[in-house]
């Protein structure tokens, strides 16, 4: 009797994992990170507005999305326009009260049921309804 055994001919060499080259990251991310926080303060929503602007045009430039700048000017946007809708509200109840204490004067004067308090550097008016 003969001893057969199979001879093996081949054989597999253990295969080193195949390393993926890293995802390209955007240059300009963290610009847009940067304007996405400074349009959350109300006196740089202007900075963060343009700054969020420029992140966004570059990424997309470069193939890139950049979510924190797109919402960056998104935020900012709202912030401006609040401002400017307080600011065209306010104004001219400003401009109407320094207007009238600079016609009546120093001191204090009863006009209707509001109470205009005016100095030669300030002025107050109060309603008493």
Avoid at 21 to 44: D, I, K, T
Wanted: charged share 10%.
């Amino acid at each position: 009797m003969t001893d057969e055994r199979p001879v093996a001919t081949e054989f597999s060499a253990p295969t080193a994992p195949v390393a993926t080259p890293p995802e390209p990251r955007n240059p300009y991310g963290v610009l847009g990170v940067v304007g996405f926080a400074l349009s959350f303060f109300f006196v740089l929503n202007i900075a963060g507005l343009v700054i969020s602007i420029v992140a966004l045009v570059k990424s997309k430039r470069h193939g890139f999305g950049n979510g924190f700048a797109l919402a960056g000017i998104i935020i900012a946007g709202i912030g401006i326009a609040v401002f400017i809708v307080v600011a065209a509200l306010v104004a001219p109840t400003l401009i109407d009260a320094a207007q009238t204490c600079a016609r009546l004067g120093d001191g204090v004067h009863q006009i209707g049921s509001a109470t205009y308090s005016c100095t030669p550097t300030s002025f107050s008016v109060h309603h008493g309804f």
